[in-house]
């Protein structure tokens, strides 16, 4: 663990939906600072004001919350260093950028679009990369606060650095240019941005993408303006799709975070699958809670290589975190999922929980299985069949299915009534006592058929048990006298 106060930030821009790959950055930040009893600050890098998409900061907001993920300063938390959101900050970054112009690290661009492209076309004859300290001009006035500002590069030279993830790095002065600092309309751009923000905010580790590397000798240059320390520099693996052969991208099934609980994911297998995207303790383990990821979380063990996104893996990690749940969180999860009939206080609510539980691997699949072709459509939909199929193929009789549905019927009118109640697998593991036997005796498949029939009217649907034990006994007797009532009409 970090000896230092560890300050680290997850800094979106609100201009979209929050992508997974968004979301493990917030999440690897959040986990080293709370390793580290330190802080994690949710800012806003909203300065791009022509791609701002309303509504944007609200929904990364509610993606970060659901997933547990919490921020001590934030877009409505300011901090002793002010708002956490750059559009509120601009005088801040006015103040260092007429700095940065007096010392002569930064001067006003003088230049109109045309001439720039002539002297991008100079440099395609001379086959050379277009730099723009390379046609900075010789003196330039003072800045008035609305013109372009760019840094003027203050040392041509080979830059290295350390990379918490990558080790020792490097890049040559082909990396290096006179960047725009501030825009003219007033606004400043991320690369000049952040970096105020991440020196004023106290922020030691900067967690991000890994293409931000080839951009990182020209943050330094600035660092080395503004007479800045720089943070560690933690550089995240990429998540591939699932082939490995390139980034996760929209077309590969990178969705919005929500969209995830909308799907019925919980908010703690997403997190732990993310985390094992690029990362791992280096044990066997695989489900660990928020609190467990917290403890266990160290930067030395974050991969180089990238990480597959595999939605598999996911929904695995998805069913081992609802088998966790407790029997009243799951029932908190289940309730947004069902059909209107089934209230939430009723007595089969409670009969079909692990009964739901043992079926599902995400909460929307609970839907699933009350429509037609479910195999929990019997419960809230009385059987309509046709007396033909309560009977038994091997033996098409309905004096025999009638005989068999009769005595079945008498089987579970004399167990006590509060054997049906409680955990349905117990009560159905009584009502097989009941009735097994003579299953046994008479041919399982006339018996069981019939009062399967009875009380499902489904072929596919739970053994004829634990269908009684979720309807209750008043329930199924009412059905076994309806199927009754068919067979002697037909």
Known sequence: MSTEKVVTRFAP??????HIGGVRTALFAYLWARKNSGTFILRIEDTDKEREVAGSIDHIQQALAWLGIEWDFGPKKPGPF????QSERLAIYKEFAEKLAAAGHAYPDPYTPAEVDAFRKQSEAAKKPFLFRDFRPATFGAWDGKQTLRL???EIKRFKWHDAVRGDLEAGEEALDDFVLMKADGYPTYNFAHIIDDHLMGVTHVMRGDEFISSTPR?????QALGFTPPIFVTLPPILRDDRTKKLGKRDGAKDVLEYRIEGYLPEAMANFLAFIGWNPGTEEEVFTMKELINRFEIEKIHKAGGAYNEEKLAWFNRQHLLRLSDESFAEHAATFLPDSISTTSAIFSR????????????NEISALFHPEGELHFVTTSPDYPADRLLWKKNPSRETAGKHLTEARKLLAGMPAGEFDGNPTEAADKIKAAVFPYAEANGRGDVLWPLRVALTGQDKSPDPFMSAAILGQQESLRRIDLALTKLSAS
């Open 13 to 18: 821009s609100p201009t979209g939906f929050m």
């Open 82 to 85: 002010g708002s956490c959101i």
């Open 219 to 223: 943050f330094l240059s600035l660092y």
């Open 152 to 154: 003027k590069v203050p």
């Open 352 to 363: 079909l929980l692990p009964v739901m539980r043992d079926k599902i691997t995400l909460f």
